[in-house]
């Protein structure tokens, strides 16, 4: 039995007797779980796969307290990169509206695998997008890598939406009289990471502001936004903030309680019980 959008914007599936909504998580693989999904039917996909660099889940990397980050990090072999990738995507492409689009984030070690099952798929290239943040991990022997690689793609690049003053202006200035709407839509973007002191956290997770700006730039309220790869739940968490209708999977039970506790407590960071009082997710401004 196929998903099927209904009028009260649920989407119903028999598996194993579980049912499967809009706006609702599931603790799955997300390859089972999108072949429930109907064709043409999401609006906007933005994702952060594992990267296949032997990631090291509890590492003390950026300063962070290890006893703080959850464990089970779901790497994928470098050897198999390429085919994880081709099959996520290719039911991506399926279930995607022809005026949808897909952000997917990487890191440089294996773009080749990324960019690849993009084009063998039968995605459109819209932009490659370099996400420059704060400061990396300090390194002896060769140069710090303190950027990401984001590939804004879609299916149909004349139907795709795309909102190009949705932040700012045509003539809005910034306090040197520069085009904050050309800045803004340069393909370079500098954004900081989130340090989440005395918080819970998953090891890797997407800063709020990066989510919100795909989200203005490429869809509209009540649109349908999937990640396949939930991790922390930063995608979700926008989405709900921004009143788009959502779905997301994620593989590893600990992960998904974390994003959940998230989305039902209405907290954005839930804090070690031991440090002090959770943020609501209206309450971000001090993250």
């Known amino acids: 039995m ?14 194993s007797k579980v049912k499967i909504e809009l706006d609702n998580i599931y603790n799955m693989d997300c390859l089972e779980g999108m072949k ?15 990267f296949a660099i032997d990631f090291k889940a509890k590492k003390g990397n950026y300063h962070r307290t290890k006893s703080r980050v959850l464990e089970g990090y779901n790497e994928i072999p470098k050897e198999s990169y390429y085919e994880f990738s081709i099959n996520w995507m290719k039911e991506i492409y399926r279930i995607l509206k022809e005026s949808g689009s897909m952000y997917v984030f990487s890191g440089w070690n294996n773009l080749k695998d990324i960019l690849n099952a993009i084009d063998d798929t039968g995605f459109v290239t819209v932009n490659h997008i370099i996400w420059k943040y704060q400061f990396g991990v300090v390194t002896t022997r060769k140069y710090v890598t303190s950027h990401y690689h984001c590939l804004y793609v879609c299916k149909n690049d004349k139907k795709r939406k795309f909102f190009p003053y949705a932040r700012f202006g045509k003539n809005e200035k910034d306090q040197d009289n520069h085009s ?6 340069e393909d370079v973007w500098i954004i900081d990471r989130e340090y989440w ?3 819970i956290k998953t090891p890797t997770k ?6 919100k700006k795909i989200l203005q ?6 649109d349908i936004v999937l990640d396949p790869f939930l991790g922390s739940g930063q995608v979700i968490i926008a989405s709900k903030m921004m009143e788009r209708k959502y779905i997301g999977f994620e593989i590893v039970e600990d992960y998904y309680r974390f994003c959940k506790e998230r989305l039902e407590s209405g907290n954005y960071r839930i804090k070690d019980k031991k440090i002090g009082d959770a943020l609501t997710l209206f309450d971000t401004e001090r993250n």
């Open 2 to 15: 196929r998903l099927t959008l209904q009028k009260k914007c649920k989407i119903f599936v028999k598996v």
């Open 36 to 50: 429930y999904i109907d064709d043409n039917s999401i609006d906007l996909v933005i994702t952060d796969p594992p």
């Open 180 to 185: 904050l709407h050309y800045k803004d839509k």
């Open 197 to 199: 002191n005395g918080d």
């Open 206 to 211: 997407l800063p709020l502001e990066l989510v």
């Open 217 to 222: 730039y490429s869809s509209e309220r009540g």
